[in-house]
């Protein structure tokens, strides 16, 4: 019973802490190690977006406005944590100078850079789903739940590069391949499932578990190469980036 209650502390910490989903402030939170639950939120908030676009489309309304309408969901479920990221990550490497990288990144103003992947990257989530016609609902668990494991990759694999910040309570607890493994394992189970439910999407299904893994690693380890190592924003980036392109490999599979 107690290490079930413990579970839960820290499961709707995490949902605190990467959703505005409502906690209850009286329910005992452990943020000690969230990240490990990062994949299973990600799923969470996949299910939501997926539950908001099935209604949508019972209204009738649609497929682009309907595709806007949900990525915008995210943002507001996420209170654009992870685009925030993007944004700070993409000002910093739009600087030459390497040192000077982190400098502008902890700036909270938004630079023309950041402006510009915000957009690019906006667009590209809107009409890489906008061109899905069938799985919509795992598709949109799948790309939030791989976005979320490379974050927990990037977390437990690479040197965090600032003494203080956002993600920088991440580093307090140690983490190894088993950290990520059960994700890994529950992320390609959703794509048996699909499988399962509909042979037809078997190459989807597979690209989305293939994809979804070689992409989160390749992100992360591409701002890391960038960088040196990561911050709270370019783990937002990862969650944002892997996303969008795993969507547009999904577009392409299908």
């Known amino acids: 019973m107690q290490i079930i209650r413990k579970i839960l502390g820290k499961l709707s910490a995490g949902i605190a802490f990467y959703t505005c989903i409502p906690i209850p402030h009286t329910w005992d939170l452990d943020f000690q190690g969230i990240a490990r639950f990062a994949p299973l939120i990600g799923l969470i908030i996949g299910g939501i977006l997926g ?28 209170g654009g944590l992870h685009l925030d990221g993007v944004m700070d990550t993409a000002d910093g490497l739009a600087v030459p100078d390497q040192k000077r990288r982190l400098e502008v990144m902890t700036d909270s103003a938004t630079g023309a850079f950041g402006a510009m992947a ?7 989530k809107i009409t890489a789903l906008t061109d899905l016609d069938s ?20 977390i437990a694999s690479y040197p965090y590069l600032k003494p203080t910040g956002k993600g920088a309570f991440h580093k307090q607890t140690k983490y190894s391949i088993w950290d990520f493994l059960p994700s890994l394992l529950l992320l390609v189970s959703l794509s048996t499932i699909q499988i399962l439910l509909n042979p037809k999407s078997w190459l989807l299904a597979s690209g989305m578990a293939i994809g979804g893994i070689a992409i989160a690693l390749l992100t992360g380890a591409w701002f890391n190469r960038c960088l040196g190592g990561h911050t709270g924003d370019t783990y937002g980036a990862v969650v944002e980036w892997t996303e969008a392109l795993l969507l547009c490999v999904l577009v392409t599979l299908e």
Do not use: E, K, N, Y
């Not at 915000?118 to 590209?124: H, Q, V």
């Open 118 to 124: 915000a957009i690019a990257l906006l667009l590209l």
């Open 51 to 78: 539950v908001i676009d099935i209604g949508l489309q019972i209204l009738g309304m649609p497929i682009l406005t309907r595709s806007t309408l949900v990525i915008i969901s995210g943002i507001i479920v996420t």
């Open 135 to 154: 799985d919509r609902f795992f598709i949109l668990m799948g790309i939030a739940g791989w976005g979320r494991w490379g974050q927990l990759v990037a």
